[in-house]
């Protein structure tokens, strides 16, 4: 079975500070991993997939196989990072056949205070 | 990105009358889409996969006759709660797969299900 834990459900830090979101996974497929946002009154929206390893906004994230983890980190948090942040599972069986469906983390409440 | 629309965005309705989603892709011509439950300041729930043209696949514990799903077209999935209660408010949000990625997700605004 597929699963995702986010074990802080709230995260509080100053503008300027560091911040990681903690996310692991247990899969045993072929991994795939996202981090969706979900800002105050507004839709969710993907932030970014590890496969593509980019940055988004100053935000960050590594797949880690081997402790079966994709923290998102960004090294100076903004007030406008204040969200629900959600990691979230996909994946494909061995043949590469992506199912399209995500298992999503409970997600962690991100404040950014000034 | 692909655009993505849910209506009604609320509604309030009486224990024991029936409520339907839709959810619309204004862009995109979907094959696929996905129907999702949130709780307050919780996660979201799988709740079914909608297919176009044939019958949908319902998420272990997920009532096929409480929440029917329609999936006529390529732009419309429809999701009905029937004998709707109070346990069933909830926000209901649908995606739709991005073309090239499957995995990739672009989700609707959400209905808010209000049942009293």
């Known amino acids: 079975a597929q699963r995702v834990t986010q074990p802080e459900k709230l995260l509080s830090v100053f503008k300027g500070a560091p911040v990681e979101l903690k996310c692991n996974y247990s899969y045993s497929g072929s991994p795939e991993l996202f981090w969706y946002v979900q800002y105050s009154r507004q839709r969710l929206q993907l932030l970014l997939r590890?496969?593509s390893r980019e940055s988004i906004k100053g935000f960050t994230a590594d797949l880690n196989k081997g402790e079966t983890s994709f923290h998102l980190k960004k090294p100076f948090a903004q007030e406008e990072d204040s969200a629900m942040y959600y990691c979230?599972?996909?994946?494909?069986?061995?043949?590469?056949?992506?199912?399209?469906?995500?298992?999503f983390g409970q997600g962690t409440i991100l404040t950014v205070h000034p | 990105g692909a655009v993505v629309s849910q209506h009604p965005s609320r509604v309030i309705c009486k224990s024991g009358t029936s409520v339907k989603i839709e959810c619309r892709s204004l862009?995109?011509?979907?094959?696929?889409m996905f129907w999702y439950r949130q709780f307050p300041k919780q996660s979201l729930m799988l709740m079914a996969t909608s297919n176009e043209g044939s019958k949908a696949t319902y998420e272990q514990g997920v009532e096929k006759d409480k929440f029917l799903i329609n999936h006529a077209s390529l732009t419309l999935s429809t999701l009905t709660v029937t004998s709707a209660h109070p346990e069933d408010s909830s926000f209901y949000i649908c995606s739709h797969p991005a073309g090239g990625s499957p995995d990739t997700q672009y989700f609707g605004p959400g209905t808010r299900l209000t049942v009293l």
């Open positions: 590890h496969i």
């Open positions: 862009d995109f011509q979907a094959t696929t």
């Open positions: 979230a599972l996909g994946g494909s069986n061995a043949g590469g056949t992506s199912y399209g469906k995500l298992t």
